[in-house]
């Protein structure tokens, strides 16, 4: 689904990420994990296309296909979600009205007709249930005085709505609560199928005990200095990300 190949990238003649290699199949959930200001947000940014980032080198593959000259909105209606780590306010826009617009943009830019009400009320329906979530919030303004497990909520609504076929969430300075850190370990739970993958970006080895990886990356200076599996995630728990720097000498 996602092949990233020597991919080098930066802001502002800063080079941040440099010589990328991720390759991630439909069905799978990554973890990419690193030390604060490793370069885990860029690569985020860099994959969902925010156009302040700069690619210097190497590629970015989806389903078979360069995204790299596509902006962002061709991405996420390719199927890339990046979910938002500071979510703007919109009063007088609900939570539904949000998502329906997104829905029918994703649809338009598609070829296609805005989904039927009944359609739409039907998924919402569905996706609300599956996630626990009622119909006070979804009639609230977005992210108008939300908490911090409220924003999650609406993240999670708005990925189970969209279904991308790669969600990538950016936890990583978000600092999750205990009701913060459910909401999505639940909802990214009922949402993994064999056709989506996930990269769960993370500090926080907590949010994988719940969100179990089927691969683990650690991101250190821009490198993904080391892969393994689930257990990864432990050992950097226990040993810290000293080792792995000392290990691989960056
Ligand atoms: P992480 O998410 O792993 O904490 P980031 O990707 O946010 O790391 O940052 C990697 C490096 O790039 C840091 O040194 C950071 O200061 C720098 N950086 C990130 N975004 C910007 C930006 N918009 N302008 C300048 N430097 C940035
Ligand atoms: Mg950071
Ligand atoms: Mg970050």
């Known amino acids: 689904m996602l092949e990233i190949n020597n991919l080098n990238a930066g802001i502002e003649d800063k080079e941040i990420l440099r010589g990328i290699d991720l390759k991630v199949n439909a069905g799978e959930v990554h973890a990419i994990m690193g030390p604060n200001g490793s370069g885990k947000s860029t690569l985020s940014s860099v994959i969902a296309g925010?156009?302040?980032?700069?690619?210097?080198?190497?590629?970015?593959l989806f389903e078979g296909e360069s995204i790299l000259e596509m902006d962002a909105d061709e991405r996420a209606h390719k199927g890339v979600f990046l979910s938002f780590q500071y979510p703007v306010e919109i009063p007088g826009v609900s939570v539904t009205n949000f998502i329906k617009t997104a829905i029918n943009q994703t649809r338009k830019a598609k070829g296609l007709e805005d989904m039927p009400a009944s359609e739409m009320l039907k998924k919402i329906r569905?996706?609300?249930?599956?996630?626990?979530?009622?119909?006070?919030?979804?009639?609230?303004?977005?992210?108008e005085g939300f908490s911090g497990?409220?924003?999650?909520?609406?993240?999670?609504?708005?990925?189970?709505?969209?279904?991308?076929?790669?969600?990538?969430?950016?936890?990583?300075?978000?600092?999750?609560?205990?009701?913060?850190?459910?909401?999505?370990?639940?909802?990214?739970n009922k949402l993994r199928s064999?056709?989506?993958?996930v990269i769960v970006i993370t500090h926080y080895q907590r949010l994988l005990e719940y969100i179990v990886p089927d691969f683990v990356h650690v991101l250190v200076n821009?490198?993904?200095?080391?892969?393994?599996?689930?257990?990864l995630a432990l050992e950097l728990e226990e040993k810290g990300y000293d080792w792995v720097k000392a290990e691989t000498a960056v």
Do not use: C, H, W
């Open 194 to 197: 064999s056709d989506n993958a």
């Open 222 to 231: 821009g490198k993904i200095v080391k892969s393994g599996g689930k257990e």
């Open 126 to 143: 569905e996706k609300s249930e599956l996630l626990e979530i009622d119909r006070k919030f979804l009639s609230r303004s977005l992210n």
């Open 149 to 188: 497990g409220e924003k999650k909520r609406n993240e999670i609504f708005q990925m189970a709505m969209l279904e991308p076929k790669l969600a990538i969430l950016d936890e990583t300075d978000s600092g999750l609560d205990i009701d913060a850190l459910r909401i999505v370990s639940n909802g990214v």
């Open 50 to 60: 925010k156009e302040e980032y700069e690619v210097s080198g190497g590629d970015i």
